[in-house]
């Protein structure tokens, strides 16, 4: 690729803008809550188990948009149904003033909260973990959440070994991050600026794997409207193409042989349909859930 091109996270605006987009033409805030609503409960069926107060780790605010953090403030509602007057301590992690604000303002909407008690710790995951081995910090988690965190994480595997390790004997670790196979993640891969970024759920099974540990694993289906991106000049689907290549305005900075070639293949029947005149394509999630033995 030509050096002209650069990553989308170059540029916080028109990441953010593109990201915006993404989430406005896909179904992953309704394919998250079909998750929390069906297969979380049982997820959750023995964490707290002969204990007064669960303590919840989140790692990452999950999106800027309200209804993501919605999504994501569900689950304490899950766990005090399965808990019914258990006391409930969240630390949340997150590194962005702004959505550290606007999970506080959301916590602040929800009705039916008063038995969590929150505590907002604005650092990184590595910040978090460096403050954590400085202080010999002795808490430990019954439930875990990174929901579509990990792409930001430098050190993968060495992340997942930290957190595991702040899991009790009956706690759980829930990660969400966009299918291997899914053809966002194939788009991602081959043509991303930053390929460090382009993590799949599949590499995390892959990895696991390798250590022996054992993991449950849930698709959760997923689609995006592409079809503005086949619309010369379309700003709504230059942003679209910014966020599947991870590049910053990729319509006008790529070569014309490689606009072909992407075209080609958001086209492809391997990875995208045509639904109502609609060019559909897979965005397909997977939610892996590990214990921490």
Not at 28 to 57: A, W, Y
Not at 134 to 142: C, L, P
Not at 237 to 254: I, P, Q, R, S, V
Request: proline share 4%; net charge neutral; with cysteine.
């Amino acid at each position: 690729m030509e050096t002209a091109m650069r990553s989308l996270f170059s540029d916080n605006s028109r990441y953010l803008e593109s990201f915006r987009y993404f989430l406005k033409n896909s179904t992953v805030h309704q394919c998250m809550q079909e998750f929390i609503e069906t297969r979380l409960p049982g997820v959750l069926s023995s964490i707290g188990d002969g204990k007064t107060t669960i303590n919840v780790l989140g790692v990452g605010s999950g999106s800027e948009t309200l209804s993501c953090k919605f999504q994501i403030l569900k689950i304490f509602s899950k766990i005090q149904a399965r808990y019914p007057g258990v006391s409930i301590h969240a630390d949340i992690v997150e590194p962005s003033p702004e959505q550290m604000l606007s999970y506080k303002e959301n916590v602040a909407k929800i009705p039916g909260l008063e038995n969590v008690h929150f505590n907002w710790i604005n650092k990184t995951a590595f910040e978090f973990e460096v403050q954590v081995k400085k202080k010999k910090s002795e808490r430990k988690y019954d439930f875990i959440h990174m929901i579509e965190m990990l792409y930001y994480v430098e050190d993968v595997p060495a992340t997942l070994t930290f957190f595991r390790s702040l899991l009790t004997p009956n706690g759980k670790l829930l990660i969400i991050l966009v299918s291997g196979n899914s053809g966002s993640s194939i788009i991602w891969k081959k043509y991303g600026q930053q390929k460090d970024h382009c993590i799949s759920a599949d590499n995390i099974a892959d990895l696991l794997r390798s250590e022996g540990t054992k993991y449950q694993s849930y698709e959760l289906p997923s689609y995006i409207n592409i079809t503005e991106c086949f619309i010369d000049g379309n700003r709504n689907g230059d942003l679209m193409l910014d966020f599947l290549t991870l590049t910053y305005d990729f319509n006008k900075n790529a070569p014309p042989e490689l606009r072909e070639e992407i075209f080609q293949d958001l086209k492809c029947p391997k990875y995208s349909s045509v639904k109502e005149g609609k060019i559909i394509l897979n965005n397909c999630l997977s939610a892996i859930v590990v214990g921490s033995g």
